[in-house]
């Protein structure tokens, strides 16, 4: 078999035996095809022979490394490139494909450590806020920045949800996360009440829909949100929802759908939730994932401070 003809198989075993999401099988496919086409053409762009399986080697893998840090690849983005090539030669080794896998030993970039962007608590009710209250749609943004905020899932979690995933007499939502694992989340009075109010608009954007097949309708009847034709919102939509209304209000800060997870996860922590839980909520796998959230304010800084220790000259 071709290497190209084995990337294929590999992206095959992902999706059906492992079940990753779309998401994670598009970064998958992307990375390992970007790095094939490092194998099959030459700096000047001209197109060389494939190379056999066992001609790939870990001074090969530094290789494609190196030409992704002169074309200014992020060191988190060469890491996740490094990460889908060294799954990919451990299936193959697995499949005895080749002897062993060469990625094993090569040493990820050291990463930036950067704090994830968030939004103070007055930001977020102003964004909360942005919707327009009177039309059918702002109440499905109002609904969607809600949920956001008080469950702090990802976007594609969001988009996948059906409207049997909300329970809104007990304030719980059933998200199928990453791997297919699902997990329950709760969430709050105010979402319950955008979610309810949406719900009651709903029919008149599902009602004005036309649909190519019965696949795709059944798929938009199910669906929790939907876009203003009708159909299931896609990650993309969501994205261009939050947009306009950061533009609206002229926010500085750059946002997007993730931020208002990482926001999520800072106010919860700041509030006194301990990490374990933050993790549950966020469908982390690890600890160390939800560890990069552990950032505080300098305000809270102080204020912990000034009621702990002794010399700090509070008041008794």
């Known amino acids: 078999m071709t290497l190209a003809s084995w990337i294929e198989q590999f992206l095959t075993y992902l999706r059906f035996q492992r079940n990753v999401s779309d998401h994670t099988s598009r970064n998958y496919a992307s990375d390992l095809y970007q790095f094939h086409h490092f194998l099959t053409h030459t700096p000047a762009g001209e197109l060389r022979p494939e190379p056999e399986l066992a001609q790939i080697d870990n001074l090969t893998i530094r290789e494609f490394l190196g030409f992704l840090f002169r074309q200014n690849n992020r060191k988190s983005s ?44 007055d930001a977020v009710l102003e964004l909360l806020e942005a919707p327009k209250a009177g039309t059918t749609l702002g109440i499905r943004d109002r609904a ?44 709050g009075r105010k979402a319950g009440e955008a979610i309810r109010t949406w719900l009651g608009v709903r029919p008149a954007v599902w009602g004005g829909a036309t649909f190519r097949n019965r696949t795709s309708a059944e798929d938009a009847d199910d669906a929790l949100f939907l876009n203003n034709r009708g159909a299931r919102l896609t990650v993309r939509g969501v994205a261009r929802i939050i947009d306009r209304h950061v533009v609206r209000l002229a ?3 750059r946002v997007h759908p993730h931020t208002l997870r990482h926001t999520f ?12 839980s933050i993790q549950e909520f966020l469908g982390h796998q690890t600890l160390s994932t939800t560890q990069k959230y552990t950032h505080i304010s300098t305000e809270q800084l102080v204020r912990i401070y000034r009621s702990c220790h002794p010399r700090a000259g509070r008041k008794r």
Do not use: W
């Open 265 to 276: 996860a800072t106010h919860m922590l700041n509030a006194g939730a301990d990490l374990r």
């Open 78 to 121: 060469m890491a996740r490139k490094l990460a889908a090539i060294r799954s990919f030669m451990k299936y193959l080794a697995g499949r005895s494909a080749i002897p062993s896998n060469p990625a094993k030993n090569v040493a990820s970039p050291r990463q930036e450590h950067r704090l994830p962007d968030h939004l103070s608590y």
């Open 251 to 253: 926010q500085r800060l």
């Open 144 to 187: 969607i920045l809600e949920l956001f905020y008080a469950t702090g899932i990802r976007v594609s979690e969001l988009v996948g949800l059906n409207r049997e995933d909300c329970d809104l007499d007990s304030g719980f939502v059933r998200v199928v996360g990453k791997g297919r694992k699902e997990r329950i989340v709760p969430f």
